[in-house]
């Protein structure tokens, strides 16, 4: 390219144009009409099925096509579900020693408390599969897939409070404003799909704890990126997708009849104006329009069979329980919708723990396992990523009152317990260690910057490239300090 | 050649993100012609690729190697230099970025930078031509430029236009011509007011041929007072204003008072430096106004955490970062909060300096934990405008309404005979116990600032202060007889928390201890009363009526946990009958200790009993004196009797009904005139010592290193003469004229809102990263003309939108679009999509619905059903959408929840509110088009819009169609879209002729449906509304 001829140039300018048109654009729709305008040549070009993403991407290879994230919100106790510490049984409401304490941070919640009283979990642990994954009586189901899991035990984040550090998990920064993992996936792979968003959210709430931790829009933010990439939640009541339907009194027909007004009037006015941008939004328009039908379409699920509906368990039917959204996320993944990502609120489990964390499982262990059945026998599995997450862990010590049966656990940044399966992880494995107390990781710490960065791998994306220039720095997920990727646990 | 080599990629989309399309171009086509020019072509290649590592931040540096200035750049490294002026072929720094090998390629690969042929080429032309280093162009105080010479002379208006005119020259291109007068003024109405114009206003455009005609449009727009409110709202995103505290449960805040200044600043065109001194350091002016101190608020806008497990310290910490951000963004355009942590990798602010700017900030009397309370302190309470004239007319009505109501009429004598003989039939044969008396209540006390009203039905209503932890004591005369219990009940009132039972969150109240005392003196010594049992009527699950006589001021009876708050009774029976004679004075105390803050009841009333066992049931429904006034069963009624029985009769008369309702109403109207009569808002204030600040090391709040004082950066120059080191003065030399940024980054902010980029196309980034000035002359003669005219923030407006440059049509061709696809050289005008509040606003305006009504709280329009419950730490919080004006306000009032903000304005790209943020985006989503399309406020706008399209339009179809059409767009329809509506108006009409319930579905959206008729013409022409409300035209500026 040393010696640029103006045709080189001429060129060089009309790929930057498209470029930049395509920024703007959801989707490659318009970029026809833009290219008619350009230059004839460009518009036999077929671009619409070439979606918007960052050139060059995926750039190493992918395993995964999609991510399905099930977050546990409010920090499930990883002392009760996945690492059990059997040899606090005989320590119970002893002090925790002072040399696994080390005299780091709590929260003002329990600092004031003049004793640490260790509580041993109540539930009984079995290992499961031939992988031998612990697993506590607390989730029934689980073990059928144990198999297919991948156990982290060494997760550990500076954030010790719910907002900071939900923020953190899901944006690589505590404080709210950066884009979220599911935005930055769709900014850089864009959408696989025509007809619906590529980043979707579904929240449920607890029966655990009904009044629980609150969740922020801006957790499914677009940040600096174009607001696009924000996640589009499906909502619970009325509208799956926000003012998705007809007005009273405009059925299709009309609707239909509408748009192809405003389709020539948007044209004529192109013809007169010459904006391209115009041209997208006539796109836009029919993008809407189908949308209309596809997402009905999608979270209609009166066609699934019986067997099918049954490995979700018996909430599958109620909208805006976990498990609806756990078969909705299925049929978003069948969809090639990129990202999909679950809240379950209520894990948060300072008092009376045990009565709540029952309630958590029964929302949860029977669809979860079924999720993960349902990709298993459709093939899905191989190409989806699952990851189930919450913010932190939770302390062995006890907060508040101390009995075998009752005891509540406080914030726990310093290690705690997430599982990943499916696409490009190691099936049946357990990565890293804790003490006996499940205070302090042992080996292998996994950083969060270390897990999100692992997920934009199995999806083929170098974290380190992922990035844009904001307020001068190139600013990506995962941080500007050195976070890697968990080799180990990638097949 | 499309997409063939990664490398190629990468380079086209750094030029393109890094420098716009138009630069890069410049660049290269220059680069044959034109002197390099170290702030424009060099100082951006080696900040991105360069500085991370060999630039102003020494805790980085690596190799001990400086190239952000000449020193650093040409000293001798023992017998080499990186740069040799005049000499790349000896110059270390070309041979590093040419080389092949991969150990001394610079950059690093494993760095991922990268520097394209082009870049090289460039680096070596400028050693070449001696290696001239500048200072980086914003830190060196403009200098009014000289206005250049140009051809097209005729087309010129002002000076502004020759320096957009020679650099298009000088490109070969020529500017467009000018916007037809319809769009002009639909143009700078909507950029100068956020509303469309009239159609009268058009017309008056359209007719006036004179020569000032377009000059008269600006100056009355510049005098409309909705021209603050549109300048308001571009500041309340960089302000990040918003009504909820942000963090975890995102309690509700009151700053509404503060946004009231700011559009009474923007509308008296307050001189920018005053707008910027009062708004950082107003409180500490001498003597400060209320207004001063109110301007303050902006720096209290942030976000305030209030979860239960936070550290105070560090959100403190963050929120005096938060300031210095805000404050480094909006004046100086500096990214300050990247020296948080280690000094400045691109600019020349060391961390030092960053904490010594964050002392400024450092000193308000603040607690970082404040978030759960609503406002947090420091507070200023304010009375609000306007309300003590409509509280003395509310006061007067009723009076008057009263007053009315005394004149005794002969329906009003006829029902009262029937009355009096019937309570006393009833009373005879039993059918009426008097088992409760109305007590007399000498008077009500209350520790803190309560105040007690006296309503008519002898109950007290608790109004003026809130305090946490009030207690009541209340005198009560029984007069002579015998007491066997008191009964409290707890009343709800329009006036309390939710039409509840108290001022607090949420109208529940908690009754921690209930006492009764009794005295022979008003004042004098009494004597405590054994309370044998208590019991309520409803008692909230785990907080039972016997809790409020357990001696235990942390328990009590509490009322919640109905799906409404109803009125609810307690009985509490004494231990031993009490008798009593005329002197007896019994006290009660009503206390409501605990943490349930604020949770006192709000309304109560007592009465009194003599039965042998006292029960919640039992009414006589009428007070001792009446009873006693009723006389023996059978007994004659005196005069005096007669007179007591007619007042109380007034209260319950079938015939007084009507006259009643209007009493209460007014009442309540005048208890929520009292409620709202004065707010707060919170402020800045300083401490009467400076807290110490330190160098937090990573930014860590618990990890302070070395102390540090106030004190301005040294490359941005110094405090002026005279002025304190503390905030005031700070503020005082952002605006000072030798601030070498201030001016420059306000313009080009305003530049941005008229253009929809800015001169400097990276607004918040004036530093080394950011995006060199398209027209660096042009941005130096507006910020020095800005600060000759007094910081004059109108008359710089006035001046840019009566320019030749501004008043360009944006009509677009093909070769302009290849050759400037981003209109970075302006040859024609900015056709760019408007924000999501002006299209809301916009709809609202044709369809004549707009709420005019200016500033005052947040209000909360039609928003979809669960949005706040679903993500809420409860279901409890819910929107609760306002009805009436509420529902058509301008887009700026609507109620900003952090958590959840509103949805279609969002969705168009809206700021989050969260932090300051001063960029524009428009993208284009599919989800838009669902908000215009069939968001209930759209769909209503499009129905009233087609009201007003047939009752103003004439009678005829097309008439009407031509008129709709002109009220959104200022100009009528051509040929075609004539013919496009009208085709479409007869298909629509056809559908709902046959489809009477379709036409019946669409009249009965939203809250104006009610009165409206619908016909199958109405639902048509909505359907046409419906569209043209969504015409990219509409919602685009052109």
């Known amino acids: 390219m040393q010696n640029q001829t103006p045709q080189d140039l001429i060129e060089k300018r009309l790929e930057m144009t498209r470029r930049y048109f395509f920024q703007r654009t959801g989707l490659g729709i318009g970029g026809a009409a833009l290219g008619a305008l350009l230059r004839p040549a460009l518009a036999a070009k077929n671009v619409e099925s070439s979606p918007m993403r960052v050139t060059g991407l995926p750039d190493v290879t992918p395993k995964a096509k999609r991510v399905i994230y099930l977050f546990q919100s409010g920090a499930p106790s990883q002392l009760d579900l996945f690492d059990p510490k059997p040899g606090l049984d005989n320590r119970f409401d002893q002090d925790l020693p002072e040399s696994v304490r080390q005299g780091q941070r709590l929260t003002t919640m329990t600092s004031g408390q003049t004793r640490f009283p260790l509580a041993p979990s109540k539930y009984a642990f079995k290992r499961h599969g031939d992988s031998g994954a612990w697993i506590s009586e607390l989730m029934p189901h689980l073990p059928n897939v144990a198999d297919e899991l991948c156990f ?271 696409g490009g992880i190691k099936p049946g494995m357990s990565y890293g260690a804790t003490d006996d107390f499940s205070y302090n990781i042992m080996e292998k710490p996994v950083h969060v910057n270390n897990l999100n960065a692992t997920i934009l791998a199995a999806l083929g994306i170098n974290h380190k490239t992922l990035s844009v220039p904001f307020q001068g720095l190139d600013l990506r997920l995962t941080g500007v300090e050195g976070h890697d990727v968990v080799h180990d646990i990638m097949l | 050649m499309l997409n063939s080599t990664p490398r190629f990629v990468v380079w086209l989309l750094l030029v393109f993100v890094c420098s716009g399309g138009v630069e890069w171009i410049t660049n290269a086509e220059s680069a044959l012609s034109q002197p390099i020019r170290f702030g424009r072509d060099i100082r951006p290649l080696l900040s991105e690729n360069c500085y991370h590592c060999h630039g102003p931040d020494e805790g980085n540096r690596k190799a001990d190697l400086r190239l952000d200035h000449a020193e650093g750049a040409k000293e001798d490294r023992g017998g080499y230099r990186a740069v040799v002026p005049g000499d790349p072929e000896e110059s270390e720094l070309i041979k590093r970025i040419s080389t092949d090998d991969p150990d001394d390629l610079m950059p690093p690969p494993e760095s991922g930078k990268h520097l394209s042929p082009e870049d090289k080429r460039l680096l070596r032309r400028w050693i070449d031509q001696g290696a001239e280093f500048e200072s980086h162009w914003s830190f060196v105080p403009p200098v009014r430029p000289v206005v250049p010479a140009v051809h097209q002379t005729n087309w010129t208006r002002q000076s502004m236009d020759a320096f957009i005119l020679r650099k298009l020259e000088n490109a070969g291109l020529g500017p467009a011509p000018e916007a037809s007068k319809e769009t002009l003024i639909r143009r700078v109405t909507l950029d100068l007011t956020g509303l469309p114009p009239t159609p009268e206003e058009v017309e008056m455009f359209l007719q006036d041929s004179s020569d000032g005609a377009y000059a008269r449009v600006v100056d009355r727009l510049l005098e409309s007072e909705r021209y603050g409110e549109r300048m308001a709202l571009g500041w309340l995103n960089a302000a990040r204003y918003a009504d909820t505290n942000g963090y975890q449960n995102d309690k509700e805040r009151q700053m509404w008072v503060w946004r009231n200044w700011v559009i009474d600043a923007y509308n008296q065109n307050k001189p920018f430096d005053e707008f910027t001194i009062e708004q950082l350091a107003g409180d500490m002016l001498p003597n400060a106004s209320i207004e001063q101190k109110i301007a303050s608020a902006f720096n209290r806008n942030h976000r305030i955490n209030g979860e239960g497990g936070v550290i105070p310290e560090e959100y403190r910490v963050e929120y005096v970062i938060d300031r210095l951000e805000t404050t480094g963004t909006i004046w100086l355009g500096l990214t300050v909060g990247c020296a948080r942590c280690h000094s400045h990798k691109f600019d020349p602010i060391s961390q030092r300096e960053f904490y010594s700017l964050f002392s400024y900030f450092n000193n308000v009397p603040e607690n970082g934990r404040d978030g759960n309370k609503g406002n947090a302190e420091p507070i200023l309470t304010v009375p609000v405008p306007g309300t003590e004239a409509k509280r003395r007319m509310a006061e007067q009505r009723i009076q008057e309404l009263k007053a009315a109501q005394q004149s005794v009429s002969p329906e009003f004598l006829n029902e009262f005979e029937e009355w009096v003989e019937d309570v006393r039939r009833d009373l005879r044969e039993g059918k009426r116990s008097s088992m409760w008396q109305a007590a007399t209540v000498l008077n009500a006390h209350s520790t803190g600032d309560v105040t007690f009203q006296s309503l008519a039905d002898g109950s007290f209503l608790s109004s003026g202060g809130n305090p946490s932890n009030p207690t009541y004591t209340i005198k009560i005369r029984p007069g002579t007889g015998l007491v066997t219990g008191i009964r409290l009940e707890t009343l709800t009132h329009p006036s309390l928390t939710n039409g509840g039972l108290a001022r607090s969150v949420n109208g529940n109240f908690v009754l921690t201890e209930f006492e009764i005392e009794q005295g022979e003196t008003v004042s004098g010594k ?513």
Not at chain 1, 190 to 196: C, E, F, K, P, Y
Not at chain 1, 294 to 314: I, R
Not at chain 2, 724 to 742: F, I, M
């Open chain 1, 152 to 422: 982290i035990k060494s997760m550990y984040t500076e954030q010790i409070n719910h907002d900071p550090a939900i923020t953190f998990f899901q944006t690589g920064f505590q404080l709210a404003g950066r884009p979220s993992m599911g935005s930055w996936v769709s900014y850089g792979l864009g959408s696989a799909n025509r007809d619906l968003p590529a980043f979707v959210v579904m929240v449920s709430r607890g029966t655990g704890r009904p009044s629980c931790q609150p969740l922020y829009d801006r957790l499914w933010g677009s940040g600096m990126l174009p607001s696009r990439h924000q996640g589009v939640k499906f909502l619970s009541v009325g509208d799956p997708v926000l003012y998705l339907s007809n007005p009273d009194g405009i059925d299709r027909p009309t609707r239909r009849r509408q748009l192809d007004d405003l389709g020539v009037l948007n044209q004529h006015r192109h013809d007169h104006v010459g904006d391209p941008e115009i041209s997208t939004r006539i796109a836009q328009y029919e993008l809407a329009y189908r949308m209309q039908v596809s997402v009905p379409e999608l979270t209609d699920t009166s066609n699934e069979p019986k067997s099918v509906l049954d490995m979700y368990g018996p909430n599958v039917r109620n909208r805006g329980t976990y498990a609806n959204n756990c078969l909705l996320a299925r049929r978003l993944a069948e969809r090639d919708v990129r990202f999909i990502q679950l809240y379950h609120m209520g894990w948060d489990q300072h008092f009376t723990l045990p009565k709540q964390i029952s309630g958590q499982c029964r929302d949860t262990d029977q669809p979860t396992t079924g999720l993960l059945r349902d990709l298993k026998q459709r093939g899905m599995l191989d190409d989806t990523l699952v990851v189930w997450a919450g913010e932190f862990g939770r302390t062995v010590y006890c907060q508040g009152k101390l009995t075998r049966e009752n005891y509540g656990r406080d914030h726990h940044p310093r290690c705690f317990t997430v599982w990943l399966a499916g």
């Open chain 2, 526 to 1038: 009494a004597t405590r009363l054994a309370i044998a049992s208590a019991m309520a009527g409803y008692s909230q699950r785990n907080y039972p009526i016997n809790l409020s006589i357990d001696g235990k001021s942390g328990s009590g009876w509490a009322v919640f946990g109905r799906p409404k708050m109803l009125d609810t009774s307690a009985v509490f029976t004494l231990a031993e009958p009490l008798n009593t004679s005329k002197e007896t004075v019994l006290t009660v105390r009503m206390r409501h200790d605990g943490s349930f803050n604020r949770h006192a009841v709000g309304r109560f009333r007592f009465s009194l009993s003599s039965s042998t066992d006292p029960a919640l049931e039992g009414e006589s429904g009428l007070p001792s004196n009446v009873i006693a006034a009723l006389g023996v069963p059978n007994g004659a009624i005196g005069d005096e009797e007669r007179l007591v029985l007619i007042d109380y009769f007034r209260q319950i008369a079938p015939v007084l009904a009507p006259s009643r309702s209007q009493v209460r109403e007014a009442e309540s109207v005048l208890a929520r005139l009292e409620k709202t009569a004065s707010t707060s808002v919170m402020v800045m204030s300083e401490m009467p010592e400076r807290r110490p600040a330190f160098i937090l090391n990573r930014g860590q709040y618990d990890q302070p290193g070395e102390e540090v004082f106030p004190a301005i950066p040294v490359s941005l120059g110094q405090l002026p003469a005279g002025a304190p080191n503390n905030r005031l003065g700070l503020a005082q030399w952002l605006v000072s004229s030798d601030n070498p940024l201030t001016a420059r980054v306000t313009v080009n902010r305003y530049w941005q809102m008229l253009f929809g980029t800015g001169l400097v196309e990276s607004v918040d980034d004036f530093g080394a990263q950011g995006a060199y000035p398209s027209h660096p002359e042009l941005l130096d003669w507006l910020a020095t003309e800005f600060v000759r005219s007094g910081w004059d923030i109108k008359s710089l407006l006035r001046l840019i939108v009566t320019s030749a440059t501004y008043r360009q049509s944006s009509v677009l061709t093909a070769e302009l679009y290849a050759r400037d696809p981003e209109n970075r050289l302006l040859a024609r005008g900015p056709r760019f999509r408007l924000a999501g509040e002006t299209i809301r606003d916009q709809a609202l305006a044709v369809s004549g619905l707009l709420e005019p009504v200016i500033g005052g709280p947040s209000v909360k329009p039609y928003q979809p059903a669960g949005l706040w419950e679903e993500v809420a730490y409860d279901k409890k919080m819910r929107y609760t959408r306002g009805s009436g004006e509420d529902l058509y306000r301008r887009s700026m009032y609507t109620f900003w929840k952090r958590a959840v903000a509103p949805p279609s304005m969002i969705l168009f790209d809206s700021s989050g509110r969260e932090r300051c943020d001063v960029s524009r985006r428009a993208t284009n989503t599919p989800l838009q088009a669902l908000v215009t399309l069939n968001d209930v406020q759209f769909v209503e706008a499009a129905r009233v819009f087609a009201e007003r399209m047939m009752r103003e339009g004439g009678d005829q179809m097309v008439d009407r169609l031509r008129y709709g059409w002109r009220l959104v767009l200022a100009r009528f329809p051509d040929a075609v879209e004539l013919e496009t509506l009208t085709r479409g108006y007869r298909m629509h009409l056809n559908h709902y002729q046959q489809h009477p319930q379709a036409v019946a579905d669409l009249a009965a959206i939203g809250e104006t449906s009610s009165s409206r008729q619908g016909s199958a013409e109405l639902a048509a022409y909505t359907a046409i509304a419906n569209m043209i409300l969504n015409l990219d035209e509409t919602v685009t500026r052109e």
